[in-house]
């Protein structure tokens, strides 16, 4: 029996760590960000990564934070 396409996507998502869900927010969060400051493409490709690097890091930190909290708890 074949199974429905969107219980197929759940049982994949269900297998995928949350983490990796936030890794295209963070690109596009960055890049929306830089392209509201910037025109030249050249700069917002720059900006995107520079906010991308600030962004992950700052909820890298906070992930961390969560997840000793929770070892502790």
């Known amino acids: 029996m074949i199974e ?10 269900d297998k995928v760590p949350g983490v990796f869900f936030g890794l295209p927010l963070l690109a596009l969060a960055s890049l929306i960000f830089a392209a509201t400051h910037h025109e030249d493409p050249a700069q917002i490709g720059y900006a995107t990564v520079h906010w991308a690097v600030w962004l992950g890091g700052i ?10 909290l929770g070892w502790l708890a």
């Open 59 to 68: 909820l890298g930190v906070v992930l961390a934070a969560v997840l000793l």
């Open 4 to 13: 429905p396409l969107p219980l197929v996507f759940a049982q994949l998502a």
